[in-house]
């Protein structure tokens, strides 16, 4: 490689002598940052080196800091100008050696945590995360020695690190539950650490996740939006139990003033996660009301108690408003399929539904009293369109009979038609 490279030497000279003239030129346009490509023997170099040592033209091109200008040398230090290997990477150049992984987020920290700097190219641009990131549980055991946790490179990736808005980022949200499984679902690197490693297993199967990869809805949570992207929990949030709150307001208005928030709490019970859990979490039904295997209730109250009766007449209460909707809605499509107009109870039955969706939101006050007022409204709208659909069966009946009976009295005028014609021909 060296010899290919001492052979080139000349042909790069006469290169260079030639485009001196434009370099100073697009220098004083502002261009310097172009010449830095063309003077990049850092890139030149490792680009013909294996792994681990090979940085590709194509990977580098592809990095964040390469697209803003920035070089191998603005992170790792040495004399880009320079052809020669000892040259360019020596302690005199300012070459900072061999990284250590233990010096990566103070690497990093260097430009990200210098508002000054960042503001240059972008002031909108945060320049916290290595202060949040020391709040972490990850920073935490950093600190303290433990080099197996996550830091900036494991989660950003390196020498092809995107803005987390590229889809193709390690961080941007569709990727970043697979970034963290990478090593929290890695059973033998988690060895030795108490926590299990079946979050992403339980996500995968959850509600957030469905709603995320599945439907494209970018307001459900993945890892980092329960998490932080760097903190321990996101901004605003106390504790990651309470991050549940932040999207689902309705429910979380009613828990705040419920028996439970107190009781839980006094007990430090994580809230919504008590009922729901929080990897994977999924569609709750009235099941989770009942007595079954997928009770919600029954782990703490006893059959009979008090709080056992209010559970039955939670459920209760669905279910009728339920059946009603399900007995309008059903009386409603045969009358509409027979050709009735009915389409004024029919767009009616969805106030009806609201009603029942709105019960679900308020169970979370877990006042039988509360639920039963939006279980009432429903059910009167329900009923006011059951009547419909039966009136409108009811008329679809009448209409029905009457038209047998025109048919019957014409197919007689037709016969007594064909009799009289058949008289005066004979
Ligand atoms: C002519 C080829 C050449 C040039 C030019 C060159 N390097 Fe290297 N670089 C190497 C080789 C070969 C090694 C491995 C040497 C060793 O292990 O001692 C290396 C090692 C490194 C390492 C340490 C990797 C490790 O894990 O040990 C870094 C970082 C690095 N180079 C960055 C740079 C930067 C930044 C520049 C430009 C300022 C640069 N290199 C210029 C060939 C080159
Ligand atoms: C944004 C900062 C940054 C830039 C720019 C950058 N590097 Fe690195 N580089 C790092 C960090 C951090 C590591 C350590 C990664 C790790 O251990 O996870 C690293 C590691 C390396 C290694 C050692 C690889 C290994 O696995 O041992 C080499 C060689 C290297 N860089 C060369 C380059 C070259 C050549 C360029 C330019 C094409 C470059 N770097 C640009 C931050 C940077
Ligand atoms: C030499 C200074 C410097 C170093 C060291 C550095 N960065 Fe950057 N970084 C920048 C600049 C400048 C930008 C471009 C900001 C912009 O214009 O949006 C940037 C952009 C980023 C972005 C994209 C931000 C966005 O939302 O667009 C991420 C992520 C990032 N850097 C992470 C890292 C990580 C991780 C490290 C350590 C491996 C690192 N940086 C090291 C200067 C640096
Ligand atoms: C545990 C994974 C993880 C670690 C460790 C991590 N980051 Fe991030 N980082 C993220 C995620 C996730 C995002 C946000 C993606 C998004 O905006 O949706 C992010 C975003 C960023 C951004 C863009 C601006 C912002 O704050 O949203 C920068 C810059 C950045 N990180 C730098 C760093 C630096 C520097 C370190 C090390 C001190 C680091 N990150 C460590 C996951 C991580
Ligand atoms: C490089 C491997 C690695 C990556 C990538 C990683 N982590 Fe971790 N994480 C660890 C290790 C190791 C621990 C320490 C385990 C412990 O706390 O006992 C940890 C601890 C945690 C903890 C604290 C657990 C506790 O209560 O003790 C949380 C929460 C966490 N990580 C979330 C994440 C999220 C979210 C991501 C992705 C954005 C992520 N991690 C990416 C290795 C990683
Ligand atoms: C809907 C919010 C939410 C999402 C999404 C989420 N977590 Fe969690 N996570 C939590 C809560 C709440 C806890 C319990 C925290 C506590 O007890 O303080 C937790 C606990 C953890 C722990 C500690 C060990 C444990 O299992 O109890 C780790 C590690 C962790 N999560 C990693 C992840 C990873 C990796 C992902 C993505 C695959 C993820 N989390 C997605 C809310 C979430
Ligand atoms: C970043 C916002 C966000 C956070 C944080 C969040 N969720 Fe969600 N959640 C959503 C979205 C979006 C959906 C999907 C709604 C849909 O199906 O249309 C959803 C769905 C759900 C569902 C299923 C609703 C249904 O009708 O099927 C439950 C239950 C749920 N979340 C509970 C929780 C709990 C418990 C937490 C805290 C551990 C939490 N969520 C944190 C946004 C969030
Ligand atoms: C004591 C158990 C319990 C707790 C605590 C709890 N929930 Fe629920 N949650 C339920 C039950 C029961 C249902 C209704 C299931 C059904 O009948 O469909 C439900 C339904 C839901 C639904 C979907 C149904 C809908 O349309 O509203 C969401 C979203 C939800 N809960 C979020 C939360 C949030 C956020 C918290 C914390 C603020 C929380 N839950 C606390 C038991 C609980
Ligand atoms: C983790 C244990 C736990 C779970 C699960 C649980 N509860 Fe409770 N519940 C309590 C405690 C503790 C209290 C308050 C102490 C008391 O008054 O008995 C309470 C109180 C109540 C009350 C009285 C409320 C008031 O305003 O006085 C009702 C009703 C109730 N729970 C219903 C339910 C229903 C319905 C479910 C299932 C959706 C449920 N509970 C799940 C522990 C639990």
Redesign the pocket.
Known sequence: MAFLRNKLRPFRAARYAGLAGLVVLAACLGYGQSHGQITNSCLDCHSTLPDPLGVSQEKFSQDIHAQKGLTCASCHGGDPTSDDADQAMSRKAGWKGKVDRRQIPQLCGSCHSNPAYIRQFNPSLRTDQLDQYRTSVHGKRFAAGDTKVAVCTDCHSVHDLRSPRDPRSTVNPVNVANTCARCHADTSYMKGYSIPTDQFAKYSISVHHEALAVRGDLSAPTCSTCHGNHGAAPPGVDKVQNVCSNCHAFQAQMYEK???K???EA?S?PGCV??HSNHGIRHPTDA??GTGPD???????NPGD???Q??AG?LSSLRRLDDANKSADSILRVAESSGMEVSEARLGQDQARDSLTKARVT?H????DLVDQDIQAGLKIAAQNLQAGKDAMVERNYRRLGFGISVIAIGIVLAGLRLYIKKIES
């Open positions: 419920s028996t439970h107190k009781a839980f007990a019970l008590v009922c989770m009301l009770a919600a209730c029954m782990r703490c109250h008090e709080c056992d209010a559970r939670l169970i006050s877990f006042r039988t």
